[in-house]
């Protein structure tokens, strides 16, 4: 309780009287007085269950502002203690239900306005916890798990910390004596993943990790002309980098061909991940024709010596971003950056090589009043890189329409969303992937289907005869937008 002191400097019989008469009134008001609350449990009712009888009780006293616990009785030995109800539920026959009786209905302190936040009042029920369990499964936010739980049960007091406490509780009775690393790599034998692991040089301590879904072999094995590649971050507390490997299939949609943690994303690194991606997993002694990045230079130097004959393109839209990101920094004037991009996106559109000098000296000249510019957008994109993002070397490659890391970026939102935080553990990240993995195979196979059975209009006709069904949909729609540029144009 707060009590306000003042400093008495006048001691006198009448200053002690008001003193003493305010100290008095304030006991008096928080005087604890015994009140009988036996009546309101009361009742005739018979209940089917030792279960229903308890449930009963609990709500009522909940009304009543305090919460029923099971203890031994009383035994009255003098010692001092809060008194609490005596309530004694007891079977009326073989089956015929229990009855409640009130042997001490008495309570020796107030009622509390409200019980959230008591740890006993919040305690998750059996079906409650079974719900809990489920959400946790799904990956389902602790906050709206609680929200689920209270629209459920209008009674219920658990907190946000309950929530999160039952939740590590689960996890962690999953795992058992297991640590981390070994309920991972359990999970993924359990699943029958492809996996690798190697460990530093000097130690026994797993460094890298690289694994597979089973159905993602085959898919990468059948559609193994184009992949991106690229590392996310923010998807473990342990900040470790996350590798992923995507692919596309005949029907246009993206599949995650593996995934890899890594201790580092050193070149040594990232050798590793693409040696056991392409010696285990590609049938083919050809291996993938296009593969597309960011300018990790790691990356490309273990994509060249791992897959020599791949072409390795940048993502365009990255490298763009970055110029106009360096034009913005150097050039003071809005309307000057309209030029100057207007005259970097006539060199990367450039779709003949005769032509591409030309352009680049025409940007030499527009950007003349800014050199840092040009040096940069020469010795960090053109001189090294023309060929991998530049239309007039790019365009002869069988890239499928992927020039961008747009896949392979959507991909790392996917997982993240699901993620919802960066602070789980390995297991977690892997629970999130397993989750993607399985949306993005049912999305897969339903567009299988829908090639080999649902026939559009557009190619009901003699010209697509021979196609329908052995093509996918999404192959027939490329093919008749070439054919009508061809009817435009002419051959």
């Not at 763009?320 to 991009?341: G, P, Q, T, Y």
């Not at 510019?373 to 994109?381: F, I, S």
């Not at 026939?455 to 027939?476: A, D, E, P, R, W």
């Not at 093919?479 to 051959?491: C, K």
């Amino acid at each position: 309780m707060d009590m306000e002191v003042g400093l008495i400097t006048k001691r006198s019989d009448e200053v002690e009287m008001i003193y003493m008469e305010k100290l008095m009134n304030f006991v008096h008001q928080h005087e604890l007085v015994e009140e009988d609350y036996g009546t309101h449990f009361t009742t005739d009712e018979v209940f089917p269950s030792r279960e229903d009888l308890l449930e009963w009780v609990r709500r009522v006293a909940y009304r009543l502002g305090f919460v029923i616990v099971i203890i031994r009785s009383d035994i009255a030995n003098g010692k001092q203690g809060r008194k609490t109800y005596v309530l004694l539920g007891k079977p009326i026959g073989k089956g015929q239900g229990w009855v409640l009786k009130v042997i001490c209905g008495t309570h020796n302190h107030d009622l509390y306005d409200t019980l959230v936040g008591h740890p006993y009042a919040g305690r998750l029920k059996a079906n409650e916890h079974s719900m809990l369990v489920d959400m946790t499964k799904s990956m389902v936010k602790p906050s709206s798990i609680l929200r689920t739980l209270k629209e459920n049960n209008e009674d219920n007091m658990t907190t946000i910390k309950q929530v999160y406490n039952a939740r590590y509780s689960y996890k962690r009775s999953v795992r058992g004596p297991r640590t981390e690393l070994q309920q991972l790599m359990m999970l993924l034998d359990h699943d029958n993943y492809l996996h690798w692991s190697t460990c530093h040089e000097s130690s026994n301590i797993v460094s890298d990790i690289f694994w597979t879904h089973p159905d993602a072999v085959k898919l990468l094995n059948a559609f193994n002309i184009v992949f991106l590649m690229d590392t996310t971050y923010k998807t473990n507390k342990y900040r470790l980098p996350l590798l992923e490997i995507v692919g596309v299939t005949c029907t246009g949609l993206s599949f995650s061909a593996g995934f890899a943690f890594l201790s580092s994303e050193k070149e040594k690194n990232f050798i590793w991940a693409l040696q056991k991606f392409r010696g285990s997993l590609l049938t083919s002694h050809v291996g993938p024709e296009v593969i597309v990045c960011d300018r990790d230079l790691a990356l490309m130097n273990a994509i060249n010596i791992v897959f020599p004959k791949a072409r390795n393109l940048l993502c365009r839209f990255h490298i763009n971003k970055n110029v106009k990101a360096k034009c913005k920094m150097l050039v003071d004037s809005v309307e000057a950056w309209e030029v100057v991009m207007d005259s970097w996106r006539t060199i990367i559109d450039c779709t003949d090589i005769a032509q591409f000098d030309e352009f680049v000296k025409s940007f030499e000249t527009i950007c003349s009043p800014w050199p840092l510019l040009v040096e940069y957008v020469k010795n960090t994109w053109i001189i090294p890189h023309k060929e991998k993002f530049v239309k007039c070397w790019t365009d002869s490659l069988m890239h499928l329409g992927n020039t961008t890391s747009n896949r392979v970026e959507s991909a790392h939102w996917s997982l993240k969303r699901i993620l919802q935080n960066s602070m789980g553990d390995l297991c977690s990240c892997w629970d999130a992937i397993k989750d993607v993995i399985i949306l993005q195979h049912n999305e897969i196979k339903a567009s299988f289907e829908m090639s080999l059975h649902v026939i559009g209009h557009t190619f009901n006709v003699q010209l697509y005869k021979m196609l329908v069904s052995f093509v996918s949909k999404h192959v027939l729609i490329l093919i008749a937008e070439e054919f009508d540029r061809v009817n435009d144009v002419g051959f």
